[in-house]
């Protein structure tokens, strides 16, 4: 009986992680798409580098700002219903994008489309995270990969559509996918996810002490980061189609970019755990202004062959930076530490393109472009400043591991 009940659990468990994988990766994939979309809004309503910008920060200030919302409303209808209808949401955003006939319907319908993802991630992680207990970590990285296969899947799929209809039939056609998505999820995700957080709601705790020297410069390592990424693939459509490539080469760039970012995330765990934070982060960030500056430089068969390696440093670090969060905090105060730095680099993904925006319509996208590689190489003193109190961190945990026995004696 107790092995037909477990044999239950794992088939619930694989099934949640699967479904939740499938939502992270269309709401990434959904996100990554408007990269393929700024060149042609540009030419269909005649706007300049900061207005696309702006209207990308719109769809991610959208999704930043709903994050915390989002977790409310899961407490209170089920997570469940929560995600379907932030997943139908969102889908019935873009295809409103495609009917709407001027800015402000679309910038409209970019705020719906990002109200409705804001639902995926806290909500999907938190359904793994039940479904698994204390097992979770492994399917939580299952999942969080799910999320840059949707990067490197949708992008270049709605290009090939843009080659053959267009761009309004376009994003129905994705809204038709976000809505048969929601379908899934609503058919087949188990009722556990649904209703395990109305019944164990979280318990209270004190205010958080994510204050301190060390959690603060990794906090603004974390928002230039983000900066640094967000400012360059601003760019890299319209960079690339200054060298020739047409629409459907921007998507499969797009596509290179995610993949290596893919692959980022697990090299960069790996050269974290055995090199350390600051020699892993020194070489993905100068990496990453490299790479920058390379692909302004090189024509466009040799920058796309580049574009893979940029994207391994791009999300690199990142993925090092987040699993540092923990080490930086008192143990009660992580869940709220983790809230804070995720809404600092979404803010920073939101604002920061606006910046560059502007940058790019008062000095070029080339001086715009520098600038997204001299943020990345700013992350280098902050960095130096860090390393300092990880070191002490990690002096005052082995006291404290050799303490345990003495006083157990």
Known sequence: MSATLAKTATSRARRTLALAGLAHALHDGFTDMIYVLLPVWQAQFALGYGALAALRAVYVG?????????????????VRTVLVLGTLLSAGGFA???????????????VLAGAGGSTQHPLASAAVSRAYGDAARGPLGTYNFAGDLGKAALPPALSLLLTALDWRAALWIMGALGAGVAGLLQWLMPRAAETAAARHPPASRAPATAGGRGFALLFAIGVLDSA???????????????????LTTVGLALSLVFIGGACGKAACGWLGSRFGLLATVVLTETGTAAAILAILALPLVPSLVLLPVLGVMLNGTSSVLYGTVPELVAPGTVERAFAVFYSGTLGSSALAPILYGRLGDAAGQTWATVAAAATALAVLPLMLA????????????????????????
């Open 62 to 78: 959208a999704l930043a700002a709903l994050q915390v919302p989002s977790g409310q409303l899961a407490r209170r209808f089920g």
């Open 386 to 409: 860090l390393s300092p109190q990880l070191a002490l961190l990690a002096k005052a945990r082995h006291s404290q591991a050799q303490a345990q026995p003495r006083a157990a004696e």
């Open 96 to 110: 409103l994008a495609g009917l709407s006939g001027g800015l402000a319907g679309l910038c409209a319908s970019l």
């Open 228 to 246: 640094a990424r967000m400012g360059f693939l601003l760019f890299l459509p319209f960079l690339l189609g200054a060298k020739g490539a047409s």
